[in-house]
């Protein structure tokens, strides 16, 4: 296996890529109802690769 394989399996980008579009939408307050279900889906998608959250996303408020 050429070592460039075997990093890419060590560091997931797919995965990374994920969590920080997750934590990007979570920390957003004031995410569209399309951010939200989008958020929803990253989580499900994480959580099934094996991720833990010990945080929760902020509420959402409405933007005036």
Do not use: C, H, I, T
Request: proline share 5%; hydrophobic share 35%.
């Amino acid at each position: 296996m050429a070592r460039s394989s075997r990093l890419r399996k060590l560091y997931p980008d797919d995965l990374g890529e994920k969590l920080r579009n997750y934590g990007y939408l979570a920390s957003d307050p004031l995410r569209s109802d399309e951010e939200d279900q989008r958020l929803r889906s990253l989580k499900a998608e994480l959580e099934a690769a094996g991720v833990e959250f010990d945080w929760e996303p902020v509420a959402r408020e409405v933007a005036e």
